[in-house]
């Protein structure tokens, strides 16, 4: 006698072929997406021998007598001079050290640039080009900056007569109309600190050149870093860093860097360095120089890392809206494809909530440390309204759109497992109050 053979329902037999189906699709669905960034990441070839220059560039042994491989970190304050007025080559160490210059000429050709000059910080860097302004000059601003930055401009540099007019550079029509008879510079950002809004650095070069051919662009390039992103050959006069960030990745450095192919402007900058007296350290130098070494492969895991991010971010039930430029649902997405090599590891995001949420977020993150800064092996997390964009006036951080639900995130160098993990379970948590 045969056994009864049980059967399922035909119900039951649909809905798990249905089941299967669906999750064959989100296999192929996640399959395809990873494939399509990571085929539009890797299109984006890197710049020709980039990681040679970083290695080699302003290295070589046989400048010391020793034969020093690694450059060697030179602390002496002044130099040996043959006969009065006669040094050989260095002075004295605020005008000139070795270690720094060493840093300076591989950080330039990194850059594409003939001349690089260190500073003490970024806001120093910062500081060295708006010190070849006068009273009475005028800058054409994006207006979502650095909150350092927006700062300096609107409470330090007013007190000078220097006028600022903070404004979108990407609404290439509100900076033709900005121009006056005293512009001088045009200071953008690309992508912009927090909301990672970019600048057609082509367009806004060509719209300056025929509105005030005498006046300067100037690209803070400090979150794309020039592995990513090389603003001198879009046409751009000046670019600079804020070096503590990506330059020297490991957070422990407070320094910056201008570039320039100008001899002019180099000129001008050499010598406000040497007079304005704002110098690194050869400590200093010795460190950011070692950080450019690693700069390329630290530079592909923060993006790496970042687009592993900002693709659960999107997927989040708890989350409003993702700022990545890796992203095709980013507005600026073709720019950023034409504009850059990458899209480094920097991404914002809105939570879904208020303050409260927000705070609850960054209380119950494990892996990402709560801190200003960014840029370094570890990943950082930043409220900007209540912290590094803090000192911008509130009406204008709104208008902005710097609200206290954007959340700003500096993809670290962490298993890509643990850092998803760890923003997933901070998400949930925010929304249990």
């Excluded at 602390?75 to 840093?103: A, D, I, M």
Aim: aromatic share 8%.
């Amino acid at each position: 006698c045969a056994l009864p053979i049980s059967r399922p329902q035909p119900s039951c037999m649909w809905a798990q072929r249905c089941t299967v189906l669906v999750l064959r699709l989100r296999t192929i669905t996640k399959v395809t997406m990873a494939a399509q960034q990571h085929s539009d990441a890797a299109e984006q070839k890197p710049f020709p021998h980039f990681a040679t220059t970083a290695t080699h560039a302003g290295q070589d042994p046989d400048q010391w007598n020793i034969k020093s491989v690694v450059p060697p970190i030179s602390l002496s304050t002044t130099f040996k001079q043959s006969s009065p007025g006669k040094p050989f080559p260095y002075e004295y160490s605020r005008g000139g050290n070795p270690t720094r210059e060493v840093f300076e000429v591989c950080v330039a050709a990194l850059e594409g640039a003939k001349h690089g000059i260190a500073a003490a910080s970024g806001l120093a860097a910062q500081s060295l080009i708006t010190q070849t302004l006068k009273t009475g000059d005028h800058i054409i601003c994006m207006n979502d900056v650095y909150g350092g930055t927006h700062r300096y401009f609107r409470l330090i540099l007013s007190q000078f007569g220097v006028k600022v007019t903070f404004l979108d550079a990407s609404n290439l029509k509100a900076v033709e109309e900005a121009f006056q008879e005293n512009t001088k510079v045009v200071w953008v950002e690309s992508p912009t600190n927090p909301l990672l809004r970019l600048v057609d650095l082509a367009a806004v070069v060509a719209l300056t050149r025929e509105k005030k051919p005498d006046a300067i662009v100037v690209v803070d390039n400090t979150f794309m870093s020039p592995y990513f992103q090389r603003p001198l050959d879009f046409g751009a006069d000046i670019v600079y860093h804020s070096v503590t960030k990506y330059l020297n990745g490991h957070s422990d450095v407070i320094m910056g860097v201008v570039c320039t192919n100008s001899d002019e402007l180099g000129k001008k900058l050499r010598f406000q360095q040497m007079a304005g007296g704002a110098v690194p350290s050869p400590f200093d130098c010795y460190l950011a120089n070692r950080g450019l070494k690693t700069l390329h492969l630290r530079m592909r895991e923060h993006q790496k890392n970042a687009f592993a991010v900002a693709r659960f971010l999107e997927t989040s039930p708890h989350v409003i809206e993702v700022m990545y430029p890796g992203l095709p649902s980013h507005p600026q997405h073709e720019l950023a494809r034409r504009q850059c090599r990458g899209y480094s590891g920097m991404v914002s995001f809105r939570i879904k909530g208020t303050l409260e949420n927000a705070k609850k977020f960054l209380e119950s993150l494990k892996v990402f440390i709560l801190a200003e800064s960014l840029g370094g092996y570890e990943s950082l997390v930043d409220l900007p309204a209540l912290m590094t964009h803090a000192s911008i006036p509130a009406e204008e951080r709104e208008k902005l759109g710097i609200s206290n639900t954007l959340i700003r995130l500096s993809v670290g160098l962490e298993d890509e497992e643990d850092i998803v993990n760890d923003l997933d379970q901070a998400l949930k948590a925010s929304q249990q109050l």
